[in-house]
């Protein structure tokens, strides 16, 4: 009985210790399949770009506005028709309204007149000892404010009529036109938008963090929406020294770069991308940005040796938004995993490799 016991005690125990086996086999021997690259030497290029889309403007550009109430009478031109420097755009109605100063006019002009006759016959009889200093003022007085109301009258016709006609301050295109004849208009509402074609650049938004490795007159490469599989070359001739955004996370440069050598048929409001070469790392070794690590202050990475993982430390240097340096740490030939937050990797797990 006692040995039946036994037997039986060691055939359980004897099971147990398998079945641990087994799991303990399965769990160290299953590989985790893992994102990895061999690594080569190669040039690293630096490069800055905007944080959006950049768009043509030009230099010279203009919101017409209005400056004062009026019905549109004249607008003879539509978007992209060209005009010149003096031109007249657009006429406000001013019948009424220079009517009714011009009949004001008349009547100051007739007090001034009437004014002017009696100051003037009032030093006659002041020189003769006639009238006192004080009746001379008084008429004084009265000649000054007629004179000082008719030349108001005369300036509020002259800026009436002024604010009525719309030139053009500059040789340009009419880009944007906000209105129609017939329309009233308000004070301050928008008329047209006239451009200088001549004078286009692309307005970049770059990145404060980017910003400090940008200069004047560096080359740039633009391509453009409208131009597929063409690119052109720019400089950089303007760096704003003003943050643009408000919010820290948007806090933004605009840079301004105009074109150099062959350029195509540029329309204000196109788009743009732009790159900015910074610097080049020639012959280095330089791994995907997003397979660094950093813990504790040291910059790690997976590397993979017989079929497990294993961190190394690295020291970098330049640095772009998809690639960085490896100055220490890595050789050629080695094989890193580029996806580290790989669920279930750590330090000594074994993995398969795929190509990543």
Do not use: C
């Not at 940005?289 to 040796?305: D, F, H, N, P, S």
């Amino acid at each position: 009985m006692n040995n039946k016991k036994r037997f039986l005690w060691i055939g359980i125990i004897t099971t147990i210790i398998i079945l641990i086996s087994i799991s303990l086999y399965t769990k160290w021997s299953k590989s985790i399949p893992v994102k990895a690259v061999t690594l080569k030497k190669g040039d690293l290029r630096v490069t800055v770009s905007a944080t959006t889309t950049s768009i043509m403007k030009s230099e010279n550009e203009v919101t017409l506005s209005a400056q004062r109430i009026g019905r549109i009478v004249y607008l003879p031109l539509d978007e992209g028709d060209y005009v010149k420097e003096g031109q007249i755009v657009l006429r406000l109605d001013l019948t009424e309204e220079e009517v009714k100063i011009q009949n004001r006019i008349d009547e100051l002009k007739t007090t001034f007149i009437d004014a002017e006759k009696n100051l003037k016959r009032l030093k006659g009889l002041f020189n003769d000892g006639i009238i006192s200093q004080q009746d001379l003022d008084a008429a004084q007085k009265i000649y000054d404010i007629a004179k000082t109301n008719y030349d108001s009258a005369i300036k509020e016709l002259s800026t009436l009529q002024g604010y009525s006609i719309i030139k053009a301050p500059f040789n340009g295109v009419i880009a944007k036109k906000h209105v129609e004849k017939g329309e009233l208009v308000i004070v301050g509402a928008s008329l047209l938008k006239i451009i200088d074609p001549q004078r286009l650049y692309v307005s970049a938004t770059i990145d404060e963090v980017d910003v400090a490795r940008l200069r004047l007159n560096q080359a740039v490469n633009i391509t453009l929406d409208a131009y597929q599989g063409k690119s052109f070359n720019g400089v950089i001739y303007k760096i704003s020294p003003i943050v643009a955004g408000l919010k820290q996370e948007t806090r933004t440069f605009e840079v301004r770069i105009r074109f150099e050598g062959n350029k195509p048929v540029l329309k204000s409001g196109m788009s743009a991308d732009i790159e900015v070469l910074t610097d080049i790392a020639a012959n280095v070794i330089f791994i995907p940005t997003q397979a660094i690590m950093e813990r504790a202050g040291k910059k790690l990475v997976y590397i993979i040796k017989d079929s497990r993982t294993a961190l190394k430390e690295i020291e970098i240097g330049l640095s772009n938004w998809n690639f960085t340096e490896i100055k220490k740490g890595l050789e050629e030939g080695d094989m890193i995993i580029t996806e580290p937050d790989t669920e279930g990797l750590k330090d000594g797990v074994r993995v398969k490799a795929e190509k990543g």
